[in-house]
């Protein structure tokens, strides 16, 4: 579900977007994307470990991926077809003959003092990703271009102890598979970036090669914002910001980021802006310096002797190709074209699961408005008041489809269809056996609902009387009454013409 | 005993010609090298056939012979020092053999064979300290998949013998722990980097035993040990388990004291195996059917292989002793029947250098896994660098040091160009040139080295003139062929002397062929003898 941006403090909020704003008069932002996918493979990259995120420290290891000596990689063939899964997603070309290296440095997490990744023949290179902006935002199409996705290792995690005296190594993430892509320095804003992030998500979600949670490091970006005074060619310097934890903080980041750029120029200290990583604080949200870049590290990079090459066959990618499911931007394409409005079709298309959902509702009752409106109203309240994703409500979309069929049939009333879902939802069951069960079927036969009439109006002489004088805002009345004693499966049509009839008879 | 220096081409051979050799009848089983035995004495024979025929047979228990070589083990090591660590539980595992045949159970190929390991292959129930202070009483918690392979094979693993630390070295100087010495001249070096388990089977002190080779570790001290060395085809063998020294080059090895023994080994070992990517899915023979017992043999057994002698390795810089070792080895090569021709390999010279630049960038980044962090040595420390470098400055000799600097060296932007990728550029021309060779010849004909062995000490503080030693074998890596070496001669060490072996190499996965050609060759070899004096004589009281 899309969340809207969360204003942490609506002073720095505004002030941020004032800032922003006026920056963008003068200096064009660019933004560059490096995301770090990790893959839900069964295990990891190159041994045969399972790995869940949360697990006890260092239970997920062997001698492999902790680095023991005599250990050796071998590579799992789903990272291969993942790789070429995204690859294909992202419209990229695929090498047919690729490899990996080894790309060389020391930290205590890195276990073989090198991390198995690929260098100079990435698995897919030079494609592109399709979005639609959100409403909110503007609006509009985009097409942002990508540089590489390369297969690598993730590297294990130091938990630092509360005084801050020692450190502990965790060595359950290392070895688990990572797509890493690389985007183009195409976007211009916070937003545009964010968007790209959150494109990026549904895509893996909806190939179902990651879960792309953000919050868990499933789905890591790493941000390269520079300006330049509009106009100009070169680029300026390139400032880098980890530690996003959601897309909501790297929009905001990204502003922040260009507005503390765009000042340093307008006062005269352009040549502060200097080649650094930074650190998104949340807390205080700004970027604070993590560590200068001295020069460019040398990772002496050279091919990985452990692992023959990755060569793909015609054949294997036509098979990944062809299986490849409906991706977000087809997607919403399609929903387009059934006439949905962008609101509904950026909502339906932005959980892959949703979309299910409604495509399943809408393949037993084919009634798209019903279906969507069902979905974006009471049940998605229900999922954010409950904390339940699609899957978790007992309401298989075969039965929300039983339900608006039956509304629709005049089987039962829309008010009592309102009241069932939420039982259904909760507690699951089908709407045919609750109608039964509740004897909820609508009262459409004239004579008992005259029946009903008659007894509401002999029990209620005195309003009868009134409303006979004029008052006939009570009709109201009556009607609630006649409903009540139906227990609400009176036809509300019916019920009012005979009402009406009733009422205004000269007795 | 030996008592003077024996040129081989005096020794040669009576083939027997009344036995008419025809490829398709010989036997197929070792079996019939039993019957060698009754034949010569003087002969190399598998001592793993002779130990699994006595004890199925009953003739003798798997626990007289492993005290059989425990006793010897136990007299020669303190002069030798071939080992870093030998099992406690020998006799125990020989005990559960016999009663496995006393029970009528299956024993598996290697029942009752002492076989040493070269202490950088890992066994989880022994240290495996690759000859590293860095990995001072490391101890892996599993097995090489050779290691399970042999043990598999009813194999009895008498221990962890040393070596050059990380097989970084020609001389086993290069260990941390001790100095191996010679069997045949308890002041010359054993060679390296698997001198230990080299001088282990020269000193019959198991029955067979595994090393590496990188650049020549198993062949070159199979030559100065006078033993079998058996360098593999790259990927016939799982490096699992091997802790490696340069991925791209390193192969696990066999010593025997015949070239039937060096091939059982190596028969139980090899073969694909899942956990490592880049051991071969090729299908293995049975190398022992190539192991065809005298009698068996036509006039000419030989008849038709073409050899070629590769030129370059017997000019200048090569001892002349040992080329006229080499010399007679080509005679009695074509006294069985081969057409013997030079060779020429342009591109010898070059594999060198390229070597070193390729072992030494592998094994930069290879070793950077030892860092104090997770295992090994740590100098504990405050500041994280500090502790890395404190780690590795102790836990390091100057030869692995110097490799790592040179690794990481050539493989640094701005260098890797005119280093590393001229190195892969190199090898490419190797691997061609040699192609081309083996196209035209069925085997190919070195000296293992350029030397007999040497006085230890001598060539410790010239790494240079250590590297140079290497010369032979390093191409056949670069190749990724597998080799035979094979004792054929001595050479003049004093008043002594000195084993001196050929390296025959084969095409890519065609070990059957150097099998069939050195048990050949071995078995002609008459009146030479590749037992060292120092055991010589309390060999034949057994
Ligand atoms: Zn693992």
């Known amino acids: 579900m899309k969340t809207k941006q969360q204003p942490h403090s609506n002073f720095t909020e505004t002030a941020r977007a004032k800032a922003v704003e006026k920056a963008l008069k003068d200096f064009e932002a660019i933004i560059g994307i490096e995301t770090h996918v990790q893959l839900a493979t069964m295990t990891k990259a190159f041994c045969s470990c399972a790995y869940s995120y949360g697990d006890q420290p260092n239970s997920c290891v062997c001698p492999v991926c902790m680095g023991l000596p005599g250990a050796l990689p071998v590579l799992n063939s789903k990272v291969i077809e993942y790789a070429v899964m995204l690859g294909l997603a992202l419209n990229c070309k695929l090498s047919m003959n690729s490899k990996f290296d080894r790309k060389q440095y020391f930290y205590p997490d890195l276990p073989k003092g090198y991390q198995i990744s690929q260098f100079d023949i990435p698995i897919a290179t030079n494609g592109f990703i399709d979005l639609d902006l959100p409403l909110e935002f503007g609006g509009g199409h985009r097409r942002f271009g990508i540089t590489r996705v390369h297969m690598e290792e993730d590297a294990g995690k130091l938990l630092h102890t509360g005084t801050g005296n020692y450190s502990q190594v965790d060595l359950n993430r290392a070895g688990v598979p990572l797509l890493e892509i690389v985007s183009e320095p195409d976007m211009r804003t916070g937003v545009e970036a964010a968007e790209y992030a959150a494109e990026l998500q549904?895509?893996?979600?909806y190939l179902g090669v990651s879960n792309g949670n953000m919050q868990e490091g499933s789905l890591r970006c790493d941000v390269n914002v520079s300006i330049r005074p509009i106009g100009q060619l070169e680029f300026g310097t390139k400032v880098e910001i980890k530690n996003l934890n959601a897309f909501s903080a790297m929009s905001r980041a990204i502003d922040f980021e260009i507005a503390r750029q765009a000042a340093l120029y307008n006062e005269g200290k352009a040549d502060e802006i200097v080649q650094e990583t930074r650190l998104w604080e949340e807390g205080s949200?700004?970027?604070?310096?993590?560590?200068k870049k001295e020069g460019l590290a040398d990772y002496r990079y050279f091919p990985e002797p452990d692992l023959p090459e990755v060569i793909l066959t015609e054949e294997y990618v036509n098979g990944i190709r062809d299986s490849l499911p409906e991706l977000p931007d087809m997607k919403r394409r399609r929903y387009e074209d059934m006439g949905l409005s962008m609101q509904d079709v950026l909502f339906l298309a932005n959980d892959v699961n949703i979309a299910d959902y409604f495509e399943a509702t809408i393949a037993t009752v084919p009634d798209i408005k019903l279906a969507t409106n069902w979905i974006m109203g009471?049940?998605?309240?229900?999922?954010?008041?409950?904390?339940?994703s699609i899957n978790e409500i007992k309401l298989s979309p075969q039965e929300l489809g039983e339900l608006i069929a039956s509304i629709k049939s005049g089987t039962i009333s829309g008010k009592i269809g309102k009241e069932i879902l939420f039982e259904l939802m909760e507690k699951g069951g089908t709407v045919k056996g609750l109608i039964k069960e509740k004897d909820l079927v609508q009262i459409v036969d004239p004579v008992e609902i005259e029946k009903i009439v008659d007894k509401v109006i002999t029990n209620n002489p005195k309003q009868l009387e009134q409303y006979r004088g004029g008052k006939t805002k009570l009709q109201g009345f009556f009607a609630g009454q006649v409903m009540k004693e139906s227990k609400g499966k009176a036809n509300p049509g019916i019920l009012n013409k005979i009402l009406l009839e009733k009422l205004n008879a000269k007795s | 005993m030996l008592s003077s220096v024996q040129n081989p081409r005096f020794l040669l051979i009576q083939c027997r010609r009344s036995k008419p050799f025809h490829h398709h009848q010989y036997p197929k089983s070792i079996?019939?090298?039993?019957?060698?035995?009754?034949?010569?004495?003087s002969l190399p024979t598998s001592e793993i056939q002779k130990i699994q025929k006595s004890i199925l047979s009953r003739e003798k228990t798997a626990r007289q012979f492993a005290e059989q070589f425990l006793n010897r083990l136990r007299l020669t090591e303190p002069y030798v020092k071939s080992f870093l660590h030998v099992s406690k539980t020998v006799l125990n595992e020989a005990d559960e053999i016999d009663r496995k045949i006393d029970r009528n159970e299956d024993v598996g190929p290697l029942a009752g064979v002492l076989v040493a390991v070269k202490d950088n292959i890992c066994t989880a129930d022994m240290p495996s300290t690759a000859g590293s202070k860095?990995?001072?009483?490391?101890?892996?918690?599993?097995?090489?998949?050779?290691v399970r392979k042999l043990k598999e094979g009813g194999a009895i693993i008498v221990g962890k013998t040393n070596l050059d630390e990380f097989g970084m070295g020609s001389t086993t100087e290069g260990?941390?722990?001790?100095?191996?010495?010679?069997?045949?001249?308890?002041?010359?070096?054993?060679?390296?980097?698997?001198?230990?388990?080299?001088?282990?089977?020269?000193?019959?002190?198991c029955v067979v035993s595994l090393g590496s080779d990188t650049g020549g570790s198993v062949r070159q001290p199979a030559s100065f040990c006078g033993v079998v060395g058996l360098k593999p085809t790259y990927g016939r063998v799982s490096r699992y388990g091997l802790v490696a020294y340069a991925s791209s080059l390193d192969v696990i090895g066999c010593f025997g004291s015949s070239v039937a023994d060096a091939g059982i080994l190596l028969q139980s070992i090899c073969g694909h195996d899942k956990l490592d990517a880049t051991s071969s899915k090729r299908e293995v023979n049975d190398f022992t059917s190539q192991f065809v017992a005298k009698d068996y043999f036509e006039s000419q057994p030989l008849k038709g292989l073409r050899v070629g002698v590769i030129s370059e390795t017997l000019g200048d810089g090569v001892d002349q002793e040992v080329v006229s070792s080499i010399r007679g080895a080509i005679s009695h090569l074509e006294e069985l029947g081969c057409t013997v021709t030079e060779v020429s390999l342009p591109s010898f010279s070059l594999g060198l250098p390229a070597y070193y630049v390729l072992a030494s960038s592998e094994s930069s980044s290879n070793l950077s896994r030892y860092d104090g962090i997770r295992y090994g040595n740590q100098i504990v420390s405050d500041e994280l660098s500090s502790l890395y470098g404190g780690s590795r400055a102790n836990g390091f000799g100057p030869e692995v040091k110097r490799r790592i600097l040179m690794g990481t060296y050539a493989l640094s932007a701005g260098y890797y160009d005119a280093y590393y990728k001229r190195a892969q550029q190199v090898r490419t021309v190797v691997q061609k040139s040699f192609k081309a060779a083996l196209d035209e010849h069925d085997i190919l004909i070195s000296p293992a080295a350029p030397s007999a062995a040497y006085k230890i000490g001598e060539k410790k503080n010239d790494p240079l003139a250590m590297y140079a030693g290497d010369i032979m074998t390093v191409n056949v890596n670069l190749a990724g062929l597998p080799a035979l070496v094979l004792p054929c001669g001595f050479v003049k060490n004093g008043t002594a002397s000195l084993p001196v072996g050929f390296q025959m190499i084969g095409a890519a996965f065609d070990e059957e062929k150097l099998l069939r050609v050195g048990h050949i060759f071995e078995q002609t070899l008459e009146g030479c003898s590749f037992i060292p004096p120092l055991i010589a004589d309390e060999l034949f009281k057994c």
């Open chain 1, 285 to 291: 949200q700004k970027t604070v310096t993590m560590r």
């Open chain 1, 378 to 388: 009471d049940i998605a309240a229900y999922m954010k008041n409950e904390k339940l």
């Open chain 1, 202 to 205: 549904r895509v893996v979600r």
């Open chain 2, 134 to 146: 860095i990995l001072e009483n490391y101890r892996p918690p599993f097995d090489a998949t050779a």
């Open chain 2, 31 to 41: 079996h019939a090298i039993s019957q060698v035995q009754s034949v010569s004495t």
């Open chain 2, 175 to 205: 260990s941390a722990y001790q100095v191996t010495a010679n069997p045949w001249n308890l002041e010359c070096v054993p060679g390296g980097s698997s001198g230990g388990s080299a001088a282990a089977v020269s000193a019959r002190q």
